[in-house]
């Protein structure tokens, strides 16, 4: 199997510009999970898919922010109109639901670090 | 409501030591416990996990075993390596699986 994919890797913006990061899970993977790292923290979910459907969204995702994954396959995350707070390193996971059993596991990838200058 | 709280770091330990990192979870209900690791400039890689009380998770000789009179999921190794240094983040999934809870990671060097 491939792993998760995301694309760019890196990303810098001027800040009030629009950015989208892509990410390809794992084939066979229904579920698609984004989160958000900062230096020094550890991830911050941002919002899951299972399949096409986005069944949960934090607080952290403003209106700036929006995801799809319109054939249940990959996913876009767009930031509209960038501030500097929102540098930081976009991750994808995904998984198979409900899986085997107990223990569902989330498969990350590497990462798309955006900074806004 | 769920949360995972880790020792802080860094953590800086001569090769061949023994390593300990600690964790300990807030959890409702049963859920399922995971060691990340974090090499610089990568996502995250599962390192092991388990799903319930007194399970015991391994692999490249770390180990965790889930306590849950403790609620404590600590991370071991007998002798670490250069290699071993990265970042380790502690996580727990709630016991739908929908939501996956981190700590703030802790950073370990090893220094030959």
């Known amino acids: 199997d491939t792993g998760v994919s995301q694309d760019p890797r890196h990303k810098i913006t001027k800040r009030g510009q629009n950015v989208t990061f892509r990410c390809d899970p794992i084939s066979e993977h229904n579920r698609l999970y984004w989160y958000r790292q900062t230096l020094g923290q550890g991830p911050e979910f941002l919002t899951y898919?299972?399949?096409?459907?986005?069944?949960?969204k934090s607080r952290l995702l403003s209106d700036r922010f929006s995801a799809e994954r319109p054939k249940g396959s990959f996913s876009t995350l767009e930031i509209q109109r960038t501030e500097q707070g929102d540098s930081a390193m976009y991750l994808c996971a995904s998984s198979v639901y409900p899986g085997t059993g107990f223990g569902n596991t989330i498969y990350f990838g590497e990462g798309s670090w955006l900074t806004v200058v | 409501g769920n949360s995972v709280t880790q020792m802080e770091g860094p953590v800086t330990l001569s090769e061949e030591a023994f390593l300990t990192i600690n964790c300990t979870y807030t959890?409702?209900?049963?859920?399922?416990l995971f060691w990340y690791v974090q090499y610089p400039g990568e996502g995250l890689q599962l390192l092991l996990k388990?799903?319930?009380?007194?399970d015991k998770g391994s692999n490249k000789g770390f180990e965790a075993t889930y306590r849950k009179e403790t609620t404590s999921f600590h991370l071991e190794k007998g002798s670490v390596q250069v290699s071993d240094s990265a970042v380790y983040f502690c996580a727990l999934s709630d016991l739908a699986g929908n939501q996956f809870y981190f700590g703030t990671g802790t950073s370990l060097t090893v220094i030959p």
């Open positions: 959890a409702t209900g049963y859920p399922s």
């Open positions: 898919f299972q399949n096409e459907a986005q069944l949960e």
């Open positions: 388990a799903t319930k009380a007194d």
